[in-house]
T-cell receptor, first 111, second 117 residues
């Protein structure tokens, strides 16, 4: 099956710093989403981005489907950005509705 | 507008018992998916329900079963609980509509933390 690899596994930042999280996938995808899981376990959908670039406030994401990777950019990080960031994909020629999650990047933002 | 709601939030069971978890999708959504998240891991897909039928299934044994009701809410049942079933169980909802439309953004509930002793 498709492999989803996220890097780095852990990241510690000082408040105000910028960061880039990466998601590599081993096969073509028709659905790619980024999620933030806060320390209380709630998964928040950040982006639906099977291709192209999107921005939402301090966050932006880019997916280059032909090269099988996606990037999540966090600018001017805040302590509330702490948590685990997951990339999830649905692969194949048609949507199956089955998202495969990566192992996540754990981000800690220090004040 | 209520988001995805799950109940209960926490549950403690013993090996061999059976458990039922419940989920109400976000208003306007018709598709419910269930995921299992072990500690330190990413969520793993269990199955998806649409139009009251199981449409997709992940690599989980038949001890895991589900149901979707006419109001789109869903239940996850796990029989003969094992210690390894201890995990956070997440419900996610989305909108598919009448055709096979792209499975766009998933919205997750807060989860049910299941502990099997």
């Amino acid at each position: 099956g498709i492999q989803v690899e996220q890097s780095p596994p852990d990241l510690i930042l000082q408040e105000g710093a910028n960061s880039t999280l990466r998601c590599n996938f081993s096969d073509s995808v028709n659905n790619l989403q980024w999620f933030h899981q806060n320390p209380w376990g709630q998964l928040i959908n950040l982006f639906y981005i099977p291709s192209g670039t999107k921005q939402n406030g301090r966050l932006s994401a880019t997916t280059v489907a032909t090269e099988r990777y996606s990037l999540l950019y966090i600018s001017s990080s805040q302590t509330t950005d702490s948590g685990v960031y997951f990339c999830a994909v649905d692969h194949g020629s048609s949507n199956t509705g089955k998202l495969i999650f990566g192992q996540g990047t754990t981000l800690q933002v220090k004040p | 507008d209520a988001g995805v709601t799950q109940s209960p939030t926490h549950l403690i069971k013993t090996r061999g018992q059976q458990v039922t978890l419940r989920c109400s999708p976000k208003s306007g959504h018709d598709t419910v998916s269930w995921y299992q998240q072990a500690l330190g891991q990413g969520p793993q897909f269990i199955f998806q329900y649409y139009e009251e039928e199981e449409r997709q299934r992940g690599n989980f044994p038949d001890r895991f079963s589900g149901h979707q009701f006419p109001n789109y809410s869903s239940e996850l049942n796990v029989n003969a609980l094992l210690l390894g079933d201890s995990a956070l169980y997440l419900c996610a909802s989305s909108f598919r509509g009448t055709g096979f439309s792209p499975n766009e953004k998933l919205f997750f509930g807060s989860g049910t933390q299941l502990s099997v002793l």
